[in-house]
């Protein structure tokens, strides 16, 4: 029998790169994947874009060729791994099959937070998580005539924009006072929310759902505290997400809102990362700890722990950055949006080109660009380079600044 290697558990984004690393830096010990989804590792992003608007075919979410991960020697394991044993450092997955590791790596992602409320349950009313989820979403949304979204964050928002391309009417009901409210500049939320409007997309923000009806098991109305009854034959419930953490806790690993690691994303055992979505880790940048659903995060978190397995152990420090697609329009932020003392945004608004540049203590620490992705790109190199604190609000506000412009100079000079 061969020497156990690197066990992971979940095959998505952040599993499935910690075994691609690995295999690029030469380990040439086993690698398992613990896949309990019924598809070949797959991206999610696509789901809520590319895949539901019918430009991407399923064969295009792949992460990697359905023949790949048997060439590079990564056997990918069909089951969920429903215990970990750190005694006897082996995983015991759902069929009662026990598998030793060297190391092991929770990769375990995050679901859809539920919304209890009277009406959940009824045919119509989904969320969207996985590509099944998606799949069934775009079938319904291709025949629905009143769609409702609850929750306006980046999901849902971006569902709307693709359900109302295809001439279905779109109202999102939100709980705050903005779109995306937790995460984006109130001058990005004003933006989206008029281009989604100008789709015919109806909002009601500072509305909360308080039940859902139906007819004959099937989803009717949606009945929120400013709408006696909203229109819906079908429901998008987007309303965050929590982290899978059950496994390590029940494990005996120390949690809280998310798997607890180290700089190096490392657990309360040496033994065992935690990686994605599910990891709560110190960030570098907002000096807090933090867990980040993001792909950037999860590749980088996957690209560290495999270093370190390789004997290259450093820090997590890697740049944050997101994106959202809605309708025609990209957002990218670089950095993390925080509770900045200032603001401002550069560019123009009315053709929507605009960046929203955020200070905090007199240093850019954030980017927010919308269709302007050359500001995106240099924010980030300023990001990489650890020169992006050095634009001040003065310097940033001259007429003539241009940061693509200033973050060639800044980084050729670092
Ligand atoms: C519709 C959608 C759109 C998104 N759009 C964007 C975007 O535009 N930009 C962006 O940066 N991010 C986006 N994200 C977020 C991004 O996809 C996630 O942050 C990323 O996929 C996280 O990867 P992960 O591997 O940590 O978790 P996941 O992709 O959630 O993978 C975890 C896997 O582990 C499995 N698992 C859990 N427990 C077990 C177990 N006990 N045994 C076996 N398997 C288990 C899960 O079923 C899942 O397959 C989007 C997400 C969704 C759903």
Not at 39 to 53: A, C, D, H, R
Not at 83 to 95: E, L, N, P, Q
Not at 385 to 407: C, H, N, Q
Request: charged share 20%; aromatic share 6%.
């Amino acid at each position: 029998m061969s020497a156990p290697g690197t066990v992971i558990v979940g095959a998505g984004q952040a599993g499935v790169q910690v075994a691609l690393s690995l295999r690029e830096l030469g380990y040439d010990k086993p690698i398992t994947i613990f896949n309990n989804e019924e598809l070949l590792p797959y991206q999610k992003p696509p789901l809520s874009k590319g895949f539901m608007m019918g430009k991407i075919a399923q064969e295009g979410l792949y992460l990697r060729n359905p023949d790949y991960f048997a060439r590079a020697g990564i056997s990918i394991v069909s089951e969920h791994v429903d215990a970990v044993d750190r005694a006897a450092r082996k995983v015991i997955g759902r069929s009662g099959t026990h598998t030793e590791y060297e190391a092991l790596v929770l990769a375990t992602g995050s679901r859809n937070r539920a919304l209890e409320l009277p009406g959940v349950e009824l045919d119509g009313v989904l969320s969207l998580r996985s590509f099944d989820d998606a799949a069934v979403l775009r079938e319904r949304m291709g025949a629905a005539r009143n769609v409702v979204v609850i929750g306006a964050g980046f999901i849902g928002l971006e569902f709307a924009a693709a359900a109302s391309k295809s001439g279905t009417r779109v109202h999102v009901v939100e709980a705050a006072s903005r779109p995306m409210a937790r995460a984006v500049t109130p001058e990005v939320s004003t933006y989206f929310t008029q281009r989604h409007m100008d789709r015919g997309t109806t909002f009601s923000f500072g509305d909360t759902v308080q039940r859902i009806e139906g007819s004959s098991g099937r989803v009717v109305s949606v009945h929120t505290a400013q709408h006696e009854a909203l229109p819906a034959d079908l429901v998008l419930i987007g309303v965050g997400v929590i982290p899978n953490s059950e496994l390590a806790h029940a494990a005996g690993l120390a949690t809280d809102n998310g798997i607890i690691v180290d700089a190096h994303l490392v657990t309360s055992d040496p033994s065992v990362s935690a990686v994605g979505d599910c990891a709560v880790y110190p960030n570098a940048f907002s000096k807090s700890l933090l867990r980040v659903e993001s792909v950037q995060n999860a590749v980088d978190h996957g690209r560290l722990v495999a270093a370190r397995l390789t004997g290259n152990r450093t820090a997590y420090c890697a740049v944050p950055w997101f994106w959202s697609d809605q309708g025609e329009d990209k957002l990218q932020i670089a950095g993390i949006s925080l509770a900045g003392d200032e603001r401002f945004a550069k560019g123009d608004h009315m053709s929507g080109r605009f960046s929203v540049f955020l200070f905090r203590a007199g240093s850019l620490v954030c980017v927010e660009s919308v269709n302007r992705v050359a500001d995106h790109m240099a924010a980030r190199s300023l990001l990489k380079s650890g020169r992006l604190g050095r634009v001040t609000p003065d310097i940033a506000r001259s007429e003539d600044f241009d940061l693509k412009a200033y973050a060639a100079k800044e980084v050729a000079e670092a």
